[in-house]
């Protein structure tokens, strides 16, 4: 399997508009985020997990002509608003895009994006999707994916197990139910918004002790934002713990 960071930034991006500080100002293109998606592809399956604003330029990007299936972690704009470029993946594929999530998040895209869902609509060119709740796990090819129930402030959202890895963006607190479903994963993405807490994402202290509970032996952190300077936080991980950066790829 094979994983690819399309964007690492929290919901404003990196560089934030109109911040002159040290990372919004640098020139490591490290520090240069679009909003949080993951690519995953096994020799059967190619998986996104959301589609954000900037979508389309992260197709172009990371070259990527196929998309099988789409997990939503959950329907806040900073993980939905790139979904109509899915056009694209449509045409060449000729087909529509399954796509899973919670009820919450399905009935917001449904809303969102009505126009796509509007049987008056004319189908030309809209995107062909079929939204699917799911809430317990399901196989896909060679992939067995687990929603993960966790706290996003007071709202319930999803992570993704898929097979020995796990996605996790937008979390303040995770269920001792779905500690118990993490229990052996190999590798983890965590969102980590800042050093200072915050109400509803995780800020570092508290990803480093999930990280640290569940024992993984490599995790990175994700949806970060402008107050994280790539190597600055780097140099504050211990050994098995990597800032994530767009482009990225992960062989696992
Ligand atoms: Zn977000
Ligand atoms: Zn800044
Ligand atoms: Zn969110």
Redesign the pocket.
């Known amino acids: 399997m094979k994983i690819t960071f399309l964007g690492t930034a929290t ?1 404003r991006g990196v560089p934030v508009l109109n911040c002159d500080c040290p990372t919004c100002t640098s020139q490591d293109p490290r520090n240069r985020r679009y909003r949080s998606s993951i690519y995953l592809e096994s020799e059967e399956l190619s998986i996104l997990i959301d589609t954000p604003p900037e979508l389309r330029l992260q197709l172009l990007k990371n070259k990527i002509k196929k998309i099988d299936t789409i997990l939503f ?2 329907a ?1 704009a ?2 939905i608003m790139g979904f109509d470029d899915i056009r694209a993946i449509n045409y060449l594929q000729q087909s529509s895009i399954p796509c899973y999530g919670n009820k919450q998040a399905l009935q917001e895209i449904r809303k969102a994006f009505s126009y796509i869902f509007t049987a008056n609509q004319q189908k030309g060119g809209l995107p062909q999707a079929r939204l699917h709740h799911k809430s317990s796990p399901f196989e896909l090819g060679n992939m067995k994916i687990t929603p993960l129930v966790v706290k ?1 402030g007071n709202i319930d ?1 999803l992570g993704y197990r898929i097979n020995d890895f796990a996605y996790i ?2 979390c303040s607190f995770i269920p001792e139910e779905t500690f118990k479903l993490l229990e052996g994963v190999q590798l983890l993405i965590l969102g980590t918004l800042r050093y200072r807490p915050h109400p ?2 995780f800020n570092l202290e508290e990803s480093l002790e999930v990280i640290e509970r569940l024992n993984v032996p490599q995790a990175y952190l994700t949806h970060l934002s402008h107050k994280f300077e790539h190597n600055n936080l780097k140099d504050k991980l211990p050994d098995h713990v990597l800032p994530a950066y767009d482009g990225l790829t992960i062989k696992f």
């Open positions: 919901s972690t959950h806040h900073d993980h996003h959202i963006t937008d509803t994402h």
